[in-house]
């Protein structure tokens, strides 16, 4: 059964934005590993949807960091799209050494607005990112 439904006479467009974590970085295979894929796969992977993974690595959902989502080409082919539904996950890269949090928030709800605003009025859901630990490898 599907959890989420198109109210169209077409496939359900999906998009997934993200960080590494969405981009499916560190997994056996992006394609068919990442969290996206393995979502598209839950929902039967029918022609009722169509999914694009739009994440890119190493980014982050702050304008003012140093590696930005917002300056990617993936961000500016968003706007392109007409998306039905947008997943975000963004954080993890966001909390590195120059952690401000009133920043993050300021910034993060920015760029969820941004998505809100499209002109296909897509639903938005927020995903939280995974817990970082002490000693994580990759320097954050």
Known sequence: ASIIKSKYD??????????SITEGTGSSNTWTKSWPAQ???MLDNSERYLFRNLAVGGTTGMRSSKNPYWKTYQFYSTKLLAP???FIMFGTNDAGSSWNESLFIKEYTELIQHFQNLRSNPEVFILIPPPLYAGYYWGI
């Open 84 to 86: 039905d539904v947008v």
């Open 39 to 41: 979502l598209s796969d």
């Open 10 to 19: 077409r496939p359900l467009s999906i998009l997934t934005i993200g960080d």
